[in-house]
């Protein structure tokens, strides 16, 4: 399956709702959408059983113990059904690009997604709310990263961040 290098954003819709584009896009497979503060720190394999499934990550901080669930849109895979079903619906629904995005998914998919934390556990990990305060695990391969601080910042010294430099765009030596 041919997979495009980039794809051009049509529309101005502002922080992370551009990335929604990529729902209603025309190819076969899958995609797996990443925010820019996700660090990859090994390969992360769907399993085959989850192929056809869509899997979003649950808020930390709205994980359904203390506050309503919410899935977040940083992280998720979706098969082509899943970014279809998205797209349709939010064209029909007329949505507006503004505010938080995590109500109209929980809305679409709350009662069908798969959850990261639930099927890739220590593998997904957030930042804030877990490898600050307990560290990566032998199995953590993604950790995703939501408002401050960012992987980015560099007062975040943690050795496992990939750092870049700023003129070549390329990893560092001292990494």
Not at 122 to 132: F, L
């Amino acid at each position: 399956m041919a997979v495009p290098d980039s794809l051009p954003l049509t529309h101005s819709w502002p922080k992370w709702w551009s990335k929604f584009e990529i729902y209603g896009t025309e190819f076969d497979g899958p995609a797996l959408v990443v925010d820019l503060d996700t660090a990859f720190l090994d390969e992360l394999k769907i399993l085959p059983e989850h192929e056809n499934q869509a899997i979003f990550l649950r808020d930390p901080w709205r994980d359904g113990s203390r506050n309503p669930e919410r899935l977040g849109g940083g992280f998720s895979y979706l098969p082509k059904w899943a970014r279809l079903r998205l797209w349709n619906m939010f064209c029909e629904q007329k949505i507006k690009p503004e505010g938080d995005d995590q109500p109209f998914l929980h809305s679409v998919f709350g009662d069908i997604a798969l959850r990261w934390q639930d099927h890739y556990l220590d593998q997904v990990m957030s930042y804030k709310a877990h490898v600050k305060w307990l560290g990566l695990t032998d199995e953590t391969k993604v950790v995703f990263w939501h408002g401050q601080p960012r992987p980015w910042n560099p007062d975040l010294t943690e050795p496992w961040i990939p750092r870049f430099n700023s003129e070549t765009k390329q990893p560092s030596e001292n990494v």
